[in-house]
């Protein structure tokens, strides 16, 4: 079926990074964009950008430009996020979601399913 | 930006209830609008997609309607499984946007 199966959780210090990874499986990883959402504590979603997996190109949404960064190894159908420089306020859970694209007559609509089980990361000292 | 907003912020309700969430957008998004469950400590769960189409495995229960700015997602019979946090999120345009949310709990 298909999966996305997220690293495990991360206890980091500030200013360290930490590098997250989304093992795909079931369908073909360059036939999908692959999206990052941010959950902080008790908050909602927050969709952080996209990364075209045929070519690699990354598409980081506002407050997201800098640090992060979304990289791919097809070889093994894998998304990564890199976040640099830590902050306390990075601390949240963080998903990898798959892009799905449908024709609707002249509409092209797209959803993000299934997501990854997330990936919490705790910044502290 | 388009701005997405729910109502209401949480509701009680009890097994059986017909429950009502209501989406709205700053501006008109077609039917680019899709919703989603999440329960606590899980990811997002898809139940519907371009506004009212039912994804493969959800419960008939659930409906979406709507069109333009204004969405809704309908539960017309409410289980014990389906407490959770319901978003709406708009794909008209990037930045994709999530709606806040609407936390439907026990009565």
């Known amino acids: 079926q298909v999966q996305l199966v997220q690293s495990g959780s991360e206890l980091k210090k500030p200013g360290a990074s930490v590098k997250v990874s989304c093992k795909a499986s079931?369908?073909?990883?360059?036939?999908?964009?692959m999206n990052w959402v941010r959950q902080a504590p008790g908050q909602g979603l927050e969709w952080m950008g996209w990364?075209?997996?045929?070519?690699?190109?990354?598409t980081y949404a506002q407050g997201f430009t800098g640090r992060f960064v979304f990289s791919l190894d097809t070889s093994v159908s894998t998304a990564y996020l890199q976040i640099s420089s830590l902050k306390a306020e990075d601390t949240a859970v963080y998903y990898c979601?798959?892009?799905?694209?449908?024709?609707?007559?002249?509409?092209?609509?797209?959803?993000?399913?299934?997501w990854g089980q997330g990936t919490l990361v705790t910044v502290s000292s | 930006d388009i701005q997405m907003t729910q109502s209401p912020s949480s509701l009680s309700a009890s097994v059986g209830d017909r429950v009502t969430i209501t989406c709205r957008a700053s501006?008109?998004?077609?039917?680019?609008l899709n919703w989603y469950q999440q329960k606590p400590g899980k990811a997002p769960k898809l139940l519907i997609y371009?506004?009212?189409s039912l994804q493969s495995g959800v419960p008939s229960r659930f409906s979406g309607s709507g069109s333009g700015t204004d969405f809704t997602l309908t539960i017309s019979s409410l289980q014990p499984e389906d407490f959770a946090t319901y978003y709406c999120?708009?794909?008209?345009?990037?930045?994709?946007?999530f709606g806040p949310g609407t936390k439907v709990d026990i009565k």
């Open positions: 979601a798959r892009d799905v694209l449908l024709w609707f007559g002249e509409l092209s609509l797209d959803w993000f399913d299934p």
């Open positions: 079931g369908y073909t990883f360059t036939s999908y964009a």
């Open positions: 990364i075209n997996t045929n070519t690699g190109n990354p």
């Open positions: 501006q008109s998004i077609s039917s680019y």
């Open positions: 371009a506004a009212s």
């Open positions: 999120q708009q794909s008209y345009s990037t930045p994709v946007t």
